[in-house]
Antibody
Framework: QVQMVESGGGVVQTGGSLRLACTTS????????MHWVRQAPGKGLEWVAF????????YTADSVKGRFTISRDNSENAVYLQMNNLRPEDTALYYC???????????????WGLGTLVTVSS | DIQMTQSPSSLSASVGDRVTITCRAS??????LAWFQQKPGKAPKSLIY???SLQSGVPSKFSGSGYGTDFTLTISSLQPEDSATYYC?????????FGGGTKVEIK
């Protein structure tokens, strides 16, 4: 059974940093690309970042480029989102999601985690 | 970047009604289109991928269709548990993008 648990969220001041983690189990983590998606309070879904199954390629949304970095540790079955220079508009629930298919980088989303809340105060 | 436009933004329908939500891409995305269901306070749930393929465990009352720029999600017989917000998403190219969502309520 696929399980994904996000952690690392919290309250931080503008300009601060946080590192989110998504720890996983129940599937062969080192064969699946992983995504971060966020949802501001009362708003829709926004894709944030993707990392290839082996970590050799990644993509980041323009809204966070240069501030957020996605990484992964296949020995720990975990994906991370390092968030620097945070802004109030980064306040959101951050979800991790796995690709549908092994070794794919645009196969759609399979399972989602439950999310971790990031609040950036001004 | 590809923009996704959903309509309507909200709808109210009766139990047993057939409900259709549309999603339009700003450029052709072949069939790289997914649908998600999100209930209040819950994480999104993947319903459909490749425009018309059901994710494992999703009931067959949900169906998707379309290719290129125009897509639809249909709920064949609306039930109270289908009350949720539904999102489309293109994954043909990065940056990935979601539609604005359609809130489905039961009359």
């Amino acid at each position: 059974q696929v399980q994904m648990v996000e952690s690392g969220g919290g309250v931080v001041q503008t300009g601060g940093s946080l590192r989110l983690a998504c720890t996983t189990s129940g599937f062969m983590f080192n064969t699946f690309g992983m995504h971060w998606v966020r949802q501001a309070p009362g708003k829709g879904l926004e894709w944030v970042a993707f990392i290839h199954f082996d970590g050799t390629k990644d993509y980041t949304a323009d809204s966070v480029k240069g501030r957020f970095t996605i990484s992964r540790d296949n020995s720990e079955n975990a994906v991370y989102l390092q968030m620097n220079n945070l802004r109030p508009e980064d306040t959101a629930l951050y979800y991790c999601a796995k690709e549908n298919w092994a070794f794919a980088n645009n196969g759609g989303f399979g399972s989602w985690g439950l999310g971790t809340l990031v609040t950036v105060s001004s | 970047d590809i923009q996704m436009t959903q309509s309507p933004s909200s709808l109210s329908a009766s139990v047993g009604d057939r409900v259709t939500i549309t999603c339009r891409a700003s450029q052709g995305i072949r069939n790289y289109l997914a649908w998600f269901q999100q209930k209040p306070g819950k994480a999104p749930k993947s319903l459909i991928y490749a425009a018309s393929s059901l994710q494992s465990g999703v009931p067959s009352k949900f169906s998707g269709s379309g290719y290129g720029t125009d897509f639809t999600l249909t709920i064949s017989s609306l039930q109270p548990e289908d009350s949720a917000t539904y999102y489309c998403q293109q994954y043909e190219s990065y940056p990935l993008s979601f539609g604005g969502g359609t809130k489905v309520e039961i009359k």
